[in-house]
């Protein structure tokens, strides 16, 4: 499915941010491993469109979002199936949740989420090497006859005023409550 950046659609889903664009283009990755590995161990978040760091998880956005704000919780360590995380790799996953819930609410204020996993090609998975969670925020409407029709995803904001709106919220989180981040 081909998707069409509309960002003059953004009033339509929510409140409308006035943020400057920034330079930010993915990284295609060069090297070993898998592509969040490399991505994960660049230090460039900003480019990369890496919201947060945490000690066994970071938290990047979709390139290829189903919505706009679509968010990814990747463990650091390259791991193909859920049992094979650790205990506090799996915690720190449920927490991260969490939170992006949370910076979602507050940057994009959704109407609902899907939450989910693509473990294995079979399942889907398009990095079926590198486990990671969905978190798809949702509104009423988000859905029309473009993609059933057209086969093309509108998705009303970039890429980079969505960043600067989940990374102010990730920032305003944590210095309200240093625990929580």
């Not at 070993?32 to 956005?61: C, P, Q």
């Not at 979709?62 to 193909?80: D, S």
């Not at 006859?145 to 009303?156: A, L, N, S, Y």
């Amino acid at each position: 499915m081909e998707r069409m950046w509309s960002p003059w659609r953004s009033a339509h889903v929510g409140h409308v941010d006035e943020l400057a664009p920034i330079d930010a283009h993915a990284s295609s990755g060069a090297g070993t491993g898998s592509l969040f590995a490399r991505l994960a161990a660049e230090d460039e978040d900003e480019k990369n469109y890496i919201v947060w760091r945490g000690v066994h998880v970071f938290v990047i956005m979709n390139l290829y979002p189903y919505n706009n704000g679509h968010l990814l919780i990747v463990p650091y360590r390259t791991v193909a199936a859920y049992e094979e995380l650790s205990r506090d790799e799996q915690i720190e996953l449920a927490v991260t949740l969490d939170q992006s819930i949370r910076w979602l609410k507050e940057a994009l204020g959704p109407e609902g989420f899907n939450v989910g996993m693509n473990l294995g090609k079979a399942a889907g998975a398009g990095i079926p090497d590198h486990l990671h969670l969905h978190v798809v925020p949702r509104w009423r409407g988000d859905t029309n006859f473009m993609p059933t029709i057209g086969e093309v995803k509108v998705i009303p904001e970039a890429l980079d005023v969505t960043y600067r709106k989940l990374v102010a919220a990730a920032r305003a989180e944590a210095a309200a409550s240093p625990q929580a981040s």
